[in-house]
């Protein structure tokens, strides 16, 4: 298959990790006899420092006119001034607004890595898998945002078809797998959530009647996911308590380095990048780890390029890297492994030699 893939490395570790997924993208591409073209393009820090702009239109054209979008992280300290006019942040919710990706997917499921770096206890931790949707283009991150000399505002706001579209996007995966939505609110407070939950029961009762549908309050579910994170199976909510909940349980992974995620809209393109941001406390040293940033490269071939053996064959190469031992500091600190931590292109290298052994023996053999 030929695929066009646009790379957004952006700041901090977001070129690290980027480069290690690359090489992993080209390694499929080899083995399995595609042809991705991949073109590099500015956005955030980078691109405000080059043109003055967190997402030049160049960029966005290039991402509308891709197959797919793989991007690193944007931000940092260099950016973050309070007073800025442009942040390297404004050019990623531009990107996902730009392409309409309203459905941001983060899988959590623990490697048994996890159950050595994860500070929950390792017996909650088997057999967890979960899978948050993130509503991606609403809510308080969009706003109307107004400052005045004592006092500022952020207003959040859904319409009835943002809520109805990621609502739908969540039960069409919960039928492939436990079919168990729990969709996360705050109606006891807040008039968007009431909306929310309203919507959320319309839509599973008239479409979906086959999914059970719970509502949770998100101070509980907060509680709740790190108490039996094993209850869940989809777990559906607005823009802003995704993002948080989403950082909370990558704790049950282990490390936030270890996720990742795919933003995507009714089209097939999406936008493809780990949860995490530029960690710009362990920038430049090779040693971030890189496999969010992997595994956000097998969710790629499967929702963009519908190349399921490929991204199985790509989590199972992490997989196998990790049981193995190779790990970066996130985690094999404090001596949790009993193995010395190994670098960023150490990392990926595992991968690809996890990746590329099928191949290799099928090669000896011939
Ligand atoms: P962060 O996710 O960058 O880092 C939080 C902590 O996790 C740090 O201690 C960091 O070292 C660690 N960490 C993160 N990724 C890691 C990895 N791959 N391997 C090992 N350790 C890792 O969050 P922050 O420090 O709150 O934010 C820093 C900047 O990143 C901010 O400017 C923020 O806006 C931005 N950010 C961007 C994105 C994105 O581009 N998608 C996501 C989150 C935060
Ligand atoms: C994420 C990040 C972004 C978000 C920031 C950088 C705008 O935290 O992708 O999780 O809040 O969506
Ligand atoms: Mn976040």
């Known amino acids: 298959m030929r695929a066009d893939i646009v790379v957004l490395p952006g700041d901090g570790i977001g070129p690290e990790v980027t480069r290690a997924a690359t090489r992993v993208l080209q390694a499929v591409a080899d083995r399995y006899g595609h042809h991705f073209t991949l073109s590099t393009h500015l956005i955030g820090g980078a691109a405000i420092d080059a043109t003055g702009d967190p997402l030049p239109p160049a960029t966005l054209a290039a991402c509308r006119a891709a197959d797919a979008v793989l991007l690193g992280a944007v931000g940092g300290p260099r950016w973050s001034d309070p007073q800025a006019k442009v942040r390297p942040e404004q050019g990623l919710l531009a990107l996902r607004k730009g392409l309409n990706l309203y459905a941001n997917l983060r899988p959590v499921q623990p490697h048994p890595v996890a159950l050595r770096a994860s500070p929950i206890k390792p017996h909650l931790?088997?057999?967890?898998?979960?899978?948050?949707?993130?509503?991606l283009t609403g809510g308080i991150y969009f706003g109307d945002k107004q400052r005045s000399a004592d006092g500022a505002s952020d207003l959040c706001g859904y319409t009835v078809v943002e809520i109805e579209r990621v609502m739908r996007r969540a039960c069409e995966l919960a039928r492939k797998r436990r079919r168990h939505v729990v969709s996360v609110d705050k109606a006891n407070v807040l008039e968007t959530s009431r909306l929310w939950r309203e919507v959320a029961t319309r839509v599973v009762a008239e479409e979906f009647p086959d999914i059970e549908l719970e509502h949770q309050l998100v101070d509980s579910m907060a509680m709740h996911l790190l108490a039996r994170p094993r209850d869940y199976d989809v777990i559906v909510t607005e823009n802003m308590f995704g993002d948080i909940l989403t950082d909370e349980a990558s704790m049950l992974a282990g490390s936030l380095g270890l996720l990742p995620s795919a933003s995507i809209g009714e089209g097939r393109n999406g936008v493809y990048e780990p949860i995490h941001g530029s960690a710009p406390d362990i920038a430049g040293r090779d040693i971030a780890n890189p496999c969010g940033a992997i595994l956000s490269v097998a969710l790629l071939l499967r929702h963009?390029?519908?190349?399921?053996?490929?991204?199985v064959a790509v989590e199972q190469a992490v997989a196998q890297a990790l049981d193995e031992g190779a790990l970066t500091a996130d985690l094999a600190g404090a001596g949790l492994s009993g193995q010395p931590a190994?670098?960023?292109?150490?990392?990926?290298?595992?991968v690809l030699d996890r990746l590329c052994a099928p191949l290799c023996a099928v090669q000896l053999r011939d």
């Open 125 to 135: 931790l088997a057999g967890v898998d979960l899978m948050v949707v993130r509503e």
């Open 304 to 311: 963009s390029l519908q190349l399921e053996e490929e991204a």
């Open 342 to 350: 190994i670098g960023t292109d150490a990392t990926a290298r595992a």
